[in-house]
């Protein structure tokens, strides 16, 4: 029999592929507890979310992403990590126009480098989170999903625009760094108090290009011109490794690259082989270098990359989903990765747990543990639970 783990040593053996004495429950996000706790208004907002989980006998990450000091108003949500800073001379100018004929405001961000401009244009939606054009107050982020599907015209449309946006992918400055150590501390301290995983991130690649310059654009740039594409990669990967290398050297257990948009419902296994294999093999490398597990996030078009994510060694796939997951099959999955590479998630947060009864939550439940588990499991919604009502919360302890 194995003896009671600390939630660290349970979420490290299963990252291990060994026996835990139970199955770890390590929400990916949860959303609907922090509006719980905003409710309660309950103090010292990030502590308090990492003890209101303990509390719940769930297994806690501290994920010093969320302990990063911002920088400026970049707008970087979905960048999360260290702040985003432009290089020196960039400056930026926002407007909107308003005309009868358009069915939305339009929203224009340029960003003017020394080596020249670029722009982006988005429709303000209903549902756009960043102010409101019609009383004068409105935002236009830099990195964030909100870009992907309502833009007009992305920040990269063609070679030229290479150039000035080097201005914009800038390495963290030692004034960052240092800002976020100090923050960091707080949270190493946290883990350590309670035990717990200490994680960071978040790395990105394949993100990056639905915010720079569109997925359908992405994807045809790769056929037409992919020379473009690998340069842009390039760029990105440039920026993004020593973002990386900050966490690795402050002794996170876990690196975790969102990954959202680069599985197969955009891109071929060949595609994916020669465009991200390579930077996520040389990621996989310094984590593991610096004795860090490495994560990475896609929870949907998985399947026919299996082979390719175990080839990696990557430690952990975050985010089956075998309602949303775009043909996931989560037995198969079980028999594919079972004994190589940890799963982590394998119920649907939004349909199961947020619209689904709890008899349907306990059948994903086991269903999830039966293909996936019980060694090298970690059970969570996929992704996210966001809605914090009675109802939905009854699912939630269900789960």
């Known amino acids: 029999m194995i003896d009671q783990m600390s939630s660290r040593e349970r979420m490290l053996a299963a990252l291990n592929g060994e026996k835990t004495d139970h199955i770890p429950l390590a929400f990916m996000i949860f959303s609907a507890l922090n509006e719980r706790l905003a409710g309660e208004r309950r103090g010292g907002e990030r502590t308090a979310f990492i003890e209101a989980q303990i509390e719940l006998e769930l297994d806690a990450v501290v994920d010093l992403a969320s302990f990063a000091p911002q920088a400026g108003e970049t707008g970087h949500s979905d960048a999360a990590g260290l702040p985003v800073r432009f290089g020196e001379g960039v400056e930026t100018r926002v407007w909107a126009e308003m005309e009868n004929d358009l069915r939305y405001p339009l929203l224009h961000k340029e960003y003017i480098t020394p080596s020249g401009k670029l722009s982006v244009a988005v429709d303000q939606t209903d549902d756009w989170p960043y102010g409101d054009a019609a009383k004068g107050e409105f935002s236009v982020p830099f990195m964030d999903d909100f870009l992907a599907p309502r833009c007009r015209r992305y920040l990269v449309e063609g070679r030229e625009d290479l150039i000035p946006l080097r201005h914009l992918l800038t390495s963290p400055v030692e004034e960052d760094l240092a800002n976020c150590r100090e923050v960091w501390a707080q949270g190493k301290r946290l883990a350590q108090k309670h035990d717990l995983l200490l994680a960071g991130g978040w790395g990105v690649g394949g993100d990056a290009l639905a915010w720079f310059c569109g997925l359908q654009n992405a994807v045809m740039t790769a056929v037409d011109e992919p020379g473009l594409l690998e ?98 099959d989560l037995v198969r999955m079980g028999e594919q990765l079972g004994g190589k590479m940890c799963t982590w998630g394998g119920v649907n947060g939004f349909i199961t747990v947020e619209r689904g009864t709890r008899e349907e939550v306990d059948t994903a439940v086991r269903a999830a543990i039966e293909s996936l588990g019980p060694e090298g499991f970690i059970l969570s919604p996929v992704d996210n639970v966001c809605d914090s009502s009675a109802a939905v919360w009854e699912n939630v302890l269900a789960l």
């Open 231 to 328: 340069e842009l990669l390039s760029l990105v990967d440039a920026w993004n490794r020593p973002r990386m290398q900050a966490f690795l050297d402050f002794g996170v257990d876990l690196f975790i690259r969102r990954a959202w948009y680069e599985g197969t419902d955009f891109w071929s296994p060949d595609l994916y082989r020669r465009l991200f294999f390579p930077v996520i093999r040389e990621e996989v490398r310094l984590a593991h270098e610096a004795g860090a597990k490495y994560g990475y996030i896609l929870t949907s078009g998985s399947m026919a990359l299996h082979e390719m994510l175990v080839e990696l060694e990557i430690d952990v796939l975050i985010g089956p989903d075998p309602v949303q997951g775009n043909g996931t």
